[in-house]
């Protein structure tokens, strides 16, 4: 068995893939990461050179594309346990990262059961940020609990989605790991996206019957659509929150995230979003380890 792997899903995000690639392909070895690309992409292939990438047909937007691509990440993922102790699932704007810098392959990922979260951050940036970098001193990551996700399996589970939670299984939240959501790194990008993908939502949602959601299935596409506006909202909890050291940010915080563990009443294990928690916000240090 091999130690660790890192299996991702993309559509068209090609900024947020490169930094999603260089990162674990660093990490773990491009032999050992693996890109799901929805639908045949010779830019994808390009990026993910000497990776592992599968074409999976495209059919177009529905407002169940979410759930059904968590659904394959979660079946991909499970096969993958079958070569490997642990597999990292994660969308291309998320990274696990080590709160000392340290690489991965070092960390000891015990844990019990059949997935394992890591505390979750936002990478925020302003308008006087350097885009294009991630771990960057003039970038905050803010915490948030949603993002406080299970990110790391070492047999079958079934995420909900968004891979938010999992469907009749529970997680723990590991010490010394954060998941940073750099979907806000990037303003340039956010507001391409945005700009791509909103008419996209809007003929999904005009044109499919209104789908049942229920805690662990909704349609995660209609976000897509607000993401500068959430931007602006982070921006205002950053000027409200205390800045620590990287390391008793992410302790502390993932002590605010275990309290929130719960399981829905259709035995989806999340996080629950009403609960409040105490914001707290850090930056990497001029000599973090990682440079991306």
């Known amino acids: ?15 947020y893939l490169e930094k999603w690639v260089a990162y674990y392909t660093a ?7 693996y890109i799901l690309s929805h639908g ?6 390009r990026i993910g050179q000497g990776c592992n990438v599968i074409a999976i047909l495209r059919d177009g937007l ?3 594309f979410d759930y059904a691509r968590w659904r394959m990440l979660s079946d991909f993922s499970a096969m993958l346990t079958q070569f490997y102790n642990r597999v990292i699932v994660a969308d291309c704007d998320e990274l696990l990262v080590a709160a000392d810098g340290s690489a991965l392959l070092d960390y000891k990922f ?19 940020s350097n885009q294009e970098l991630l771990f960057s001193p003039d970038k905050y990551c803010l915490f948030e609990v949603p993002y406080s996700k ?3 399996v070492k047999s079958r589970v079934s995420f909900g989605t968004g891979g938010h939670g999992v469907m009749n299984d529970n997680f723990d939240l590991l010490p010394g790991l954060f998941n940073m959501h750099f979907h806000y790194g990037n303003l340039d990008e956010l507001h391409r996206r945005e700009q791509e993908r909103s008419p996209l939502v809007d003929e999904s949602m005009e044109r499919d019957a209104k789908i049942a959601s229920s805690p662990g299935q909704s349609v995660g596409i209609v976000s897509w659509r607000w993401r500068s506006r959430r931007h602006r909202r982070l921006t205002k909890r950053l ?20 309290k929130t563990l719960m399981t829905m009443e259709d035995g989806y294990f999340t996080h629950d979003r009403k609960m409040d928690v105490t914001l707290r916000k850090f930056r990497f240090p001029e000599n973090f380890q990682i440079k991306l």
């Open 40 to 45: 045949a992409d010779p830019e994808i292939d």
């Open 110 to 128: 015990d844990f019990q059961e059949n997935a394992a979260a890591a505390v979750g951050f936002n990478l925020v940036a302003t308008l006087g």
């Open 27 to 33: 990490q773990l070895g491009p032999e050992n990461v």
């Open 150 to 152: 299970p990110c790391i």
């Open 1 to 15: 068995m091999k130690p660790l792997a890192a299996v991702t899903m993309v559509w068209r995000d090609y900024w």
């Open 62 to 64: 529905h407002q169940s």
């Open 239 to 258: 000027l409200r929150c205390e800045e620590l050291p990287i390391a008793e940010t992410v302790e502390l915080c993932r002590q605010d995230a275990l």
